[in-house]
């Protein structure tokens, strides 16, 4: 090719726009790594210069000596600034100038000559296909290869799987815990594993119940719970202000079997809540399924214990606001411990509804309520096809279900300090407005029934602290001065009433066709629980009783202030 | 020059292929390397060796700690027989001294300070006014504020005398207790050299030493300050500085308490740390430093600034100080060590 | 160390609630006697949004201008000044973002991301190229996209890649575009972008590895033509598709084809395909249609194992996100602490995610779902581009002259002058001189 | 145009025509929902004061070579403290304005008296390099005025920020262009 006159010059002027660019970008390199020594942040020598001084304030020439040199760091990050920014404009011209003279120099030596016609033209696309397709398979393995190398070059910790991420994220699925499989209803069903009996009606199957006093046992430390039983082991639980402890003690002969202190429990301030005297520390009642026993203080330690006496787990639900002392007791349902944890003198106050896991004591729901404090217990079972909690608090009556703690319904009608729990009379519920009105309310309804759900009402000698007790087609009363009233269950109409004048706090119990009726003054009076007023008999035990009786095996199990009591048929052995 | 458009034979083109490959694999290796290994930052704010105080310089022990009921305190102060009284959002707890829930006051707003006078009466400060309560809790009467400003932030009860702090006018209110304003203490006045309070967040607090004056904390000039009754200004110590010694960043102390024997208990935030100093400024020794307060300390960063921080302390009748933790809203109740 | 962990997630419900209840007002400023102002704080604003409507129209005229230049005026002087100015433009005045190679990055994420609504003027710049390349092939790569110009304008000798090599890499850039829109869609980030060699020249600084990148481009730019185009850029893939359904193909002859040969010379991205031979034996057909059945039996086979080795690379895709790096580092610090230093980013997130480790746990779960998904999916697709790529290798197809390949041609017009009987129409050259085919 | 019209359409005609119309409507149908959910805005990067963990990774990932972000003073939230912990070194020489008192590394805060005892401190943002020591200062002692914003004067506004990317506080996320600050006006 004639090499024409520009084409030197311009192969000159290529050369020396590429020299400028290499060496442009030389120094902006250079400054770049140069900065790490020059950055007055990162100046090693800067860094010292300030040690020494905060080392020893009073040197006079060193704050002179830093200042000179942070003055001269930071124009030199000023200079490395503009030099960037005006280096990065000369790099583009000098390319510019590079790529145009190079390419005209390339133009003007580029020869077309003419291409030849291909000859092979066919069996060199097939030569093409053939090594594209080979070329493919290789790109294809670099690729994986690649991929391989990155997943083998960054292992993960995480889980791969859904139970791993959930043992990581501590929340174990419900079925993924190992939980032993709840006792039938039907054991329930034959013990007293909670406040009044299995569903907290007051009621036993039994016929056989003898009124001999057959054992006493004295219990260490004083409190309101009524006993539980379950086979040959009989809960309570007691305490003061210094210690809380849940006894067992054997059903047949009353000996004390093991005694467990409540203490440091996780959360719990050393020092307790103060309570009145009259409500004792271990008012609530325990509560057992067969396998735990499980009670909760006033000063709102809960906790559960194994049938041989060791602690399975303890939770601290405090602190509460209750002025006259916690005094709820526990429910049991299947697996479900439920807690009904009202507080406060005003709604919103963290009154709830618990239902922990009875094996581990997780929370497995947990409900707010907009109540303040209550001392009634709720009442489990089945009524009107669901299995509903019904509580009682001020100013409402509100039903749960157990599984999920859904509220089901809910009946403005109670106020003041609500202590008598509520009763199941088939498909409605009996409740009172502490001394004032007796309630019969449907359990079908949903939302707020206040109005429609009240099947009747009765306001004649309407207990405030005992809770009522029913036989299915009547329903028993017994104020605290004891007065018994019998009414229909159906309508509500009074059958008969009779003042026993003995003092009663005691909740009356039902065992078979016989009405027992404790008083404070440890006057038992049995009657029958029929349309018409008959007293079969009364005994007299020495002691003060507060706790509701138990009613298993055909004995009756009593808690007084000094002793605990058992009452049967006399020295009939005791069935298995 | 090639005379025709040959293609590049393949050593060349693996050769060009392999070389910017090459500078890829370094250049992305360096960048991936100096992320993961977390080289030292820079710009790091670097006090951490100012949060370790000296271990012989800590008097007392934590006996206990306990939770409050409420969530956002702001101060605490001891009542009759010992009773603790903490204020928080808008209620007065009383607690005993062992963390017992007593008796709780609802007012009519979020509290910012509270005193008990020796006979049980109960003085709240809210924002702009001081609510009254007797012993039982019923409110007795409600003091406004000379000035929609105000902004009280610490209140002390002598016997005939209320003086509240306020954070905003710069001055300490002395009241009778029927609630007039008999006098204003603190003003910046060149005539009798007061200095002037220098108040940039609301922590201004007032006690009354048995040795008859005021004690004023005046974060912004790092002192605190002895006034008489009636406004005088007497003395004042403290100086700058992160060490132990001093008071930390850029406005502390920010409470005020008094051992019985009369030496002053001073809170910082920031570097959170409770010290004692005798009556005249010297300092003595540390109650709790920043090692007890991880939470508090590092609340500042994380909160974004230090007003919702901070701690308060107060004394009972036999010199345990009880030290009232704002960020995880607890009590630590320190005893004198030996 | 549990406690640490109780005491920093009781610390956590706390702020909580020190933030729902800091609603009270703010303690005032000092009040100044010598009547200072309180000054505020400027706030400059941003480019204004109107302006970025002038974008989408200026980039709508140069598409038409694009189109214009190659099908009505043929004149590849028009498509060199049209270049220049989008480099201009696109590259220098707007810095190149947002801009059509990093636009489908948005849409994924718009579409699986709820919070974050696609501007208009992004979805534009997304599909306007594509609906364009649908009718008249690739004239956004013509005289629009500034990464192209700018490859163009300094290739100074270019350099003929082998085709075979053309072929096998042209696969690269639908990976790329797969990686780029699974780490969209999961929310990790634009990967796209992220490497996008020639945009810190446009902003004129950049990271130092990417700089390092864009010089490498630079560099091959002025020997190989238009590389990033060719074997990388992701939006070059869906042009390609595109344009195979070109309405209006680029003809490099006004009329008859004389087979000179001259436009393949002239093409400097090896985009001419000659004419299909015709002397062909039988068996060759036979073989090449055997092997045309398996290849197509392949593909399924490809796509399952794609699935299979991209669902295996799920978990360390995944560790680019920073949510599931945190807890992995999380996860790991609590088997075996490592001390980082002072406020150090690695020291600072791992304290945020002390504070609340259930959450960070909880997305990164939720997070290696998608990635299980999203990485199968990038896997089949790898296999579905290779199985197709071979399926493509195998079909001959049938032309008479030789005429661009429509998916890889970028509409440059140099072709066009190359070509004798457009240089007679345009009277460059008179008739007589034709070369005559042999 | 080259298509004859006399040819008869080829079944490859057919076939890009059938595609031509498909990717149509696909692409109608993704615009159409996405543009149903566009709000029009275009959106900035900005930083959330809150989640800010000043860990100065602003100053240095930024693929700008002086940072876009800047700090920035609420001076409403300010207290003019005399010994400002954003101003100063942690244990300061004395109360000047000397290098060695300044906690600044590029000095970039300006102090200046207003009346006894308060000193007024501004930033110059062209000095200013985002590595936000001060914010910290300000932040662990003061009232927290102190914060760091993305400048939208300066902000190339990146598809994806490359500094969001390394962010240890997860502090940015993108907000409409007509209001791109998230200023810091009560103490919180």
Known sequence: MTASPYHRSLVLTAWVAGAFCLLLCGVMIF????????????????????????????????????????????????????????????????????????????????????????????????????????????????????????????????????????????????????????????????????????????????????????????????????????????????????????????????????????????????????????????????????????????????????????????????????????????????TNLLFQLDQGESAGEGSKLISFQAATGRVVWERSRPVPASWATPVVGMASGKTQIITLANPWVIAYTVGDGQELWRAQLLEGEVVPSPVLAGDLVVLFNPSSKMFALRTDGAGDVTQTGVAWTHDENVPDITSPVSSGPLVFTVTSIGTVTCCQTSDGKKVWDKNLDTETQASPGIAGDRLFILGTGGTLVQLAAGREFREIGRCQIPDKFFASPAFVGGQIFLRGMTNLYCLGPAAVPKQP | MKPELEPLNRREFFGVVAKSAAILGLTSAAEAKGAAQGTANPFAYDISRFQKTDPKLITYEQVTRWPIPHKDAKRLAIGPDDRLYVCADKYINSLSRTGQLGMELTLSGPASCVAVAADGTIFAGLRDHIEVFDAKGVRTARWESPDPKTWFTGLAVGAQDVFAADSVKLVVLRHDRTGKIVGRIGRKDDARNVPGFVVPSPFLDVIIHRDGLLRVNNPGRHQVEAYTFDGDFEAAWGKPTIATEGFCGCCNPIALTMLPDGRIITCEKGIPRVKVYDASGEFESVVAGAESFPENAHACTDLNDCIHGGIDAAVDSEGRIYILDIVTSEVRVMKRKG | MTRRLKVLGLLAVLMLQALLVSAEQRFPPPEFENGYAIPTASTPAARQLWLQYVDAGVFLAALGIAVWMIYRKRSRRGLFWLSLFSLAYFGFYRKGCICPIGSPQNVVYGLFNPDYSVPVTVLLFCFAPIVVALFAGRAFCAGVCPQGALQDFLLIKPVKVPPWLEQSLSVVPFIFLGAGLIYAGTGTGFVICRYDPFVPFFRLSGGAFIVAIGAVFLLTGMFVGRAYCRFLCPYGGLLRLASLASKWRVRVTPDTCTQCRLCEQSCPFGAMREPTPANLDQNTLGVERRRLGWLIALLPVLVAAGGWGGSKFSAAAAQLHPTVALAERYVRQQKNPVEYGLMTPEALSLQRAEESPEAILAAAAALRHRFDLACALFGGWIGLVIGVKLIALSVRTRRTDFEPDQGACFACARCFTACPNERVRLGWMPAAEQPTTP | MDAKPHEPLSRRQFLRNGARLMTMTGLGAAAGVLSTRSTGAAWVWQIDPAKCLHCGNCATKCVLEQSAVKCVHTYAVCGYCQLCTGFFAPEPNELTTAAENQLCPTAAIKRTYVEDPYYQYSIDEQLCIGCAKCVEGCNRFGNGSLFLQIRHDRCLNCNECAISRTCPGDAFRRVPVEHPYLLKTTSR
């Open chain 1, 31 to 334: 400054e770049h790594f140069a900065a790490a020594t020059n950055d007055p942040w990162k100046s090693p020598q800067l860094l010292t210069l300030k040690e020494e001084l905060a080392a020893e304030p009073k040197n006079g020439d060193l704050p002179m000596e830093i200042r000179l040199l942070d003055q001269k760091f930071r124009e030199k990050f000023r200079r490395r600034l503009a030099l960037d920014k005006t280096g990065g404009w000369l790099l583009l011209g000098g390319m510019v100038v590079l790529v145009l003279a190079a390419g005209k120099a390339a133009a003007l030596t580029k020869a077309t000559p003419f291409p030849g016609p291909k000859t092979d033209a066919a069996e060199q696309a097939t030569k093409l296909a053939l090594r594209a397709r080979a070329g493919l398979v290789v790109v294809a393995v670099l690729v994986a290869g690649a991929l391989a190398i990155v997943t083998l070059d960054n292992t993960s910790v995480l889980p791969t799987n859904d139970a791993g991420w959930q043992k990581l994220t501590g929340k174990e699925s419900v079925e993924a815990a190992p939980v032993e499989a709840p006792p039938a209803l039907a054991e329930f069903q034959t013990n007293w594993p909670r406040f009044r009996g299995w569903d907290g009606s007051g009621v036993s199957t039994q016929t056989n119940t003898g009124t001999n006093l057959l054992w006493q046992s004295p219990i260490p430390l004083p409190g309101h719970g009524s006993p539980v039983v379950w086979g040959d082991h009989v809960f309570i639980s007691g305490g003061t202000e210094a210690k809380r402890e849940v006894y067992c003690y054997h059903a047949t002969d009353g000996k004390l079997l093991w005694q467990r202190a409540v203490e440091n429990v996780p959360g719990s301030p050393p020092k307790t809540q103060g309570v009145p005297e009259d409500t004792t520390y271990a008012a609530p009642t325990v509560a057992t399924d067969g396998r735990r026993a499980y009670a909760f203080f006033a000063n709102g330690d809960l906790a559960a214990l194994n049938f041989d006496g060791s602690i399975a787990w303890t939770k601290y639900l405090g602190p509460l606001k209750n002025s006259y002392g916690f005094a709820t007791s526990l429910a049991i349902w299947g």
